[in-house]
């Protein structure tokens, strides 16, 4: 891999990594100057670190489902795990960032990217005969041939594993070749790549008659460095909880910080419970905002808060993660969970509850008695608004 070929514009290769090309000789007439100077070289490299990391971040996934691949071919005791095996395997860890989702993926990663056998085994050296013979897994279904293979070094410099987990979703090996390519070219974000495939971009290019035409103004400027930091691989790589990578000056994430504290002060039975709270749907990492257990009605409270006005989509999400309380996390004995939507932009404020799974009547309106009134809320939402704006 020649990291040379990736070095942002304005600097140059040295033993550390990356330096400024004016290194020697900088201009430093004013304040101004040294202020930019900073963070110049600041960006820079930070950029660098986070491709470092993702490099790293993939060559751990690919070995992690490489010895998965040979513990379930050749260990001795394999039959006693079964089906069960990736999830036992969390379990022994306890290892934040090393999970039964993660464990899967990786061995999916493994299966269909052989071609990174090539970053860990120099030609000349001495490996053992597992590693050496790895190449491509005609026998494996969905395995990429030769002629549709991207090479190991543009994958691992190119692309981030939260990349290639949306690209390993398509079965079609010339589609996985498609999109990483549109995605090194285009140099698209994990969100714009997941928006592509979606869509089909790869079935539409196929039946167009100028594929050309259509790829053309797919091109995106250069990803920025917070969309890398915030991807869930990343910071769970780093040992990093999700509030950690989110930015504070936001609007939306003050307004968490405050309702946190509002919602623990309205005194009627609120038991805070989680921040962020990852949920795994179809083994998508999504989070929740705020998680309550309410002592009075023994069920779970989740709150969604969007710094924007209120869209379809959003309630949609809500009802998904109160539909997963309901069925992973509730207790015997609890009552089913409930979603509070809160929207606010431009002086709009909107309360949608979400009471999923409740058919009775008067049950709701004993839950909205318990619950914080959208009068109340809505009083929050602009007097905090206003705060910040």
Not at 4 to 22: C, R, W
Not at 139 to 150: C, E, M, N, P, R
């Amino acid at each position: 891999m020649n990291d040379n070929q990736h070095t942002p514009a304005g600097y140059k290769p040295s033993p550390l990594g990356i330096i400024p090309e004016d290194w020697e000789h900088p201009e430093m007439k004013d304040f101004n100057q040294l202020s930019q100077l900073i963070q110049k070289i600041h960006g820079a490299t930070q950029t660098e670190t986070v491709k470092a990391i993702n490099r790293m971040l993939t060559l751990r996934n690919w070995l992690i489902g490489y010895y998965i691949v040979e513990y379930e071919q050749k260990g001795n005791d394999r039959a006693k795990y079964g089906d069960k095996l990736l999830k036992s395997l969390e379990d022994s860890l306890d290892t934040p960032g090393l999970n039964e989702t993660v464990f899967k993926l990786s061995r999916n990663f493994y299966l269909l990217y052989p071609q990174m056998k090539d970053l860990l085994v120099p030609k000349s050296a001495t490996v053992s005969h597992e590693l050496q013979n790895i190449d491509n897994k005609d026998d494996v279904k969905g395995a990429t041939s030769h002629f549709l293979q991207t090479p190991a070094h543009e994958i691992i410099s190119k692309l981030s594993f939260s990349h290639l987990r949306e690209i390993m979703t398509q079965e079609d090996p010339m589609a996985r070749y498609f999109y990483e390519t549109e995605c090194m070219r285009c140099n698209w974000s994990v969100r714009e790549l997941r928006r592509q495939i979606a869509t089909n971009l790869f079935v539409r290019a196929g039946v167009s008659k100028k594929p050309e035409e259509l790829l053309k103004p797919l091109k995106r400027p250069e990803r920025q460095i917070q969309d890398e930091i915030k991807q869930p691989f990343f910071f769970e790589f780093l040992g990093l909880k999700a509030q950690d990578v989110v930015e504070e000056k936001d609007l939306e994430q003050a307004l968490i910080d405050h309702l946190q504290e509002f919602i623990m002060e309205l005194g009627k039975g609120f038991c805070f419970e989680a921040r962020q709270k990852r949920i795994i749907i179809d083994d998508e990492y999504y989070y929740a905002d705020l998680v309550f257990y309410h002592r009075i009605l023994h069920c779970n409270v989740i709150i969604e808060l969007k710094n924007d006005e209120f869209h379809h989509e959003y309630l949609g999400q809500l009802n998904a993660y109160v539909s997963y309380y309901r069925e992973n996390e509730m207790n015997d004995g609890d009552n089913p969970p409930v979603g509070i939507l809160l929207c606010t932009k431009s002086g709009k404020k909107m309360v949608e509850y979400a009471l999923a799974g409740m058919d009775n009547h008067l049950f709701v309106s004993t839950y909205k008695l318990q619950l914080p009134d959208e009068s109340t809320l809505e009083e929050f939402l602009i007097k905090q608004t206003k705060e910040y704006e």
